[in-house]
């Protein structure tokens, strides 16, 4: 399907004159997603906060799958900004979860206090990148140590990988989450890709 030139036309008026924290209000909150013409998207959003009980206004798409479009260059430039959400994209969901974020943050401590993790750094190799991104109060799965009894991270892949694909929750879109401590969190990382986005378009 062709991208919405006149949504397309009034994100692009809009990211020149309002603020960034404006422009995530506008287009990133609301429950419509431009780009999934073809996915019932309050039903996907309805079973991953039923699997990780949390209410659905805290189950957020995000990115091209929200917008319809890209915000940045992807696959190192071959997807330009602003290229259209298409049958080869992904869907980005964010969950905004305290609780959640907390309970595997405690776990990933626990792994790494009773593991030997300490004295042996090369054990978790994604550790400092893990947290790198705590810091930002964002929680990517993909980061999670897989050695040993750790299986929360085998766990959360078999979800999102097999059983919603399996179910056809998302159609034939594959889909990838984060779990966000707070809204201003998301938010914030957000309107960095926002304001991103303007400088590359708006000169200075």
Request: charged share 30%.
């Amino acid at each position: 399907m062709p991208i919405d030139t006149e949504h397309l036309a009034r994100f692009k008026s809009d990211l020149s004159t309002l603020p960034a924290d404006e422009v995530y209000r506008r287009y990133v909150l609301p429950d419509t997603c431009m780009g999934l013409i073809d996915v019932d998207q309050r039903s996907l959003r309805e079973k991953i906060a039923t699997k990780f009980e949390v209410d659905v206004a805290k189950v957020v798409i995000v990115g091209s799958a929200k917008l319809g479009f890209t915000l940045m260059p992807k696959n190192r430039g071959y997807r330009p900004a602003f290229s259209k959400f298409s049958e080869n994209s992904d869907i980005d969901v964010a969950i905004i979860s305290d609780v959640l974020f907390d309970q595997i943050w405690k776990q990933c401590f626990e792994f790494w206090d009773n593991s030997g993790y300490a004295k042996s750094p090369s054990y978790w190799d994604e550790a400092q990148s893990f947290r790198n991104y705590i810091f930002r109060g964002w929680l990517r799965p993909d980061k999670l140590p897989a050695e040993g009894k750790y299986r929360y991270k085998k766990d959360w892949f078999s979800y999102f990988k097999r059983q919603l694909p399996n179910e056809r929750a998302a159609g034939d879109y594959s889909v990838n989450a984060g779990v966000y401590r707070e809204e201003y969190f998301l938010e914030a990382y957000q309107k960095i890709s926002i304001n991103q986005c303007r400088a590359s378009i708006i000169p200075r």
